[in-house]
Every structure is written in structure tokens, then in C-alpha cells.
């Protein structure tokens, strides 16, 4: 046969006394059945209710397909079959990532282009051309300057928290009045 590849295959719906032999007779005429895993799932009392199994079907897609149409949904003694591609084995999946493992990518941080700094008189002014500014409102066209209290442009200042590296927002047009004592 052309084209053969290993394919992983689930047959669900089994009844609880399926022998292996059984599975393989029942697929070596779709292709060469290299391994069976017979699972029978078992309730708190020990009592089998639900018996699956996983093959590895060394085949064809056409021949594959074929297969899939003719036992999907086919009773076999007193059970309905179903059967369908499987995942890949999660013991397979977890050797393969060791054996090759995936290089860490660090990600960095995108910096920002630096804008040329404006004096405080720049800022006064362009502060100064806007309508009435009610106090916390942004100066328009600054990303971190609001009007105080007063109608004075102030600078919003972050500061870096030393234990988690987060950083704290201080609007100055928030605290008016207030001493407040910032902890780490």
C-alpha cells in the first residue's frame, strides 16, 4: 500500500468482555494493527460501565475512511461501535516534547519612540488655551498632565513598586489636601 502512516484509532461503545485478539481480527482487514489499549472505565462500586479501546492502525486514508464508515455506528455484540481518529497518545506527546524541547522566547518590551520633552511653560501654555478645565481633566494632546485645582497643568507620576515591579499611578489632581504615605 502507498502512502501508509501509523494512525491512532478510537473504537467506543465496546462490549465489557472485548478480548484483543477480537480488535485485531476485526481491523487487520483495513491494515496491520501494531497496538491495542483496551480501557474499561469502572464506577465507585468497582462495576465496569463504559469499555473503549485505542489501536494503532498502520493504513491508508482511503482505507482508513473506509473503515470508519463501515464500523461507525455498527453493533457488535449487543454494543454500538464508535469509532473515529484518536489524539495522539498523551505518554507519546509528552516524550516527544522532551526529546525536543521548544526554545523559551523572551518577550520584550516594545519601547516606546521618545517624543522631545516640552518645558513647564510649553505645557502652561497649551494648558492655558483650553476652555475652563474642571480639575483632573487631561491637557489635550498630553498623555500625562491634568489641571489641578487651581487651573495648573500638574505631571501624573508613576511610581515603581519595589516587591512586584508593578507601578502606582499618582494623579496629583486626586489628592488635594491630602498627605498620603505610599508603602511598598
Not at 465496546?14 to 489499549?37: C, I, P, Q, T, W
Not at 469502572?42 to 465496569?48: A, I, L
Not at 455484540?77 to 506527546?93: C, H, I, P, W
Request: hydrophobic residues 35%.
Amino acid at each position: 500500500m502507498e502512502n501508509e502512516n501509523i494512525e491512532r484509532v478510537y473504537v467506543g461503545g465496546l462490549f465489557h468482555a472485548v478480548k484483543e485478539e477480537e480488535l485485531r481480527d476485526k481491523f487487520k482487514s483495513f491494515g496491520k494493527v501494531n497496538e491495542v489499549h483496551i480501557v474499561h472505565k469502572k464506577d465507585s462500586e468497582g462495576e465496569v460501565y463504559k469499555t473503549f479501546a485505542y489501536l494503532n492502525l498502520q493504513t491508508n486514508a482511503q482505507t482508513l475512511k473506509k473503515c470508519f464508515g463501515i464500523f461507525g455506528r455498527s453493533k457488535w455484540n449487543g454494543s454500538e461501535m464508535k469509532v473515529q481518529l484518536a489524539k495522539e497518545d498523551f505518554m507519546a506527546r509528552l516524550k516527544k516534547e522532551w526529546e525536543n524541547p521548544i526554545p523559551e522566547v523572551k518577550k520584550s518590551r516594545k519601547k516606546r519612540m521618545a517624543e522631545p520633552i516640552k518645558t513647564y511653560d510649553e505645557i502652561l501654555e497649551k494648558s492655558s488655551k483650553m476652555r475652563k478645565g474642571v480639575p483632573g481633566t487631561l491637557i489635550e494632546g498630553e498623555r500625562n498632565w491634568v489641571i489641578s485645582k487651581y487651573g495648573r497643568p500638574l505631571p501624573i507620576v508613576y511610581i515603581p513598586k519595589s516587591v512586584n515591579k508593578k507601578l502606582i499611578k499618582i494623579d496629583p489632581s486626586k489628592f488635594c489636601h491630602n498627605l498620603r504615605k505610599l508603602n511598598d
